[in-house]
């Protein structure tokens, strides 16, 4: 029974870190094209060329 006072706040902690970070990949425009790198994989030029 005392291993759910580590393991709860533990396991709260890390779920809300992962939502932080799943909130700041949408600020930051993470999702914005979903289609571009899909196209992308399919052009024959090399972009340093």
């Given at each position: 029974?005392?291993?759910l006072?580590f393991?709860?706040?533990?396991?709260?902690?890390?779920?809300?870190?992962?939502?932080?970070?799943?909130?700041?990949?949408?600020?930051?425009?993470?999702?914005?094209?979903?289609?571009?790198?899909?196209?992308?994989?399919?052009?024959?030029?090399?972009?340093?060329?």
């Open positions: 029974m005392s291993n006072l393991i709860i706040p533990i396991a709260l902690f890390l779920g809300g870190l992962g939502l932080g970070a799943f909130l700041w990949s949408l600020k930051s425009g993470q999702y914005d094209d979903l289609e571009g790198a899909s196209w992308r994989i399919l052009e024959d030029e090399d972009p340093d060329e």
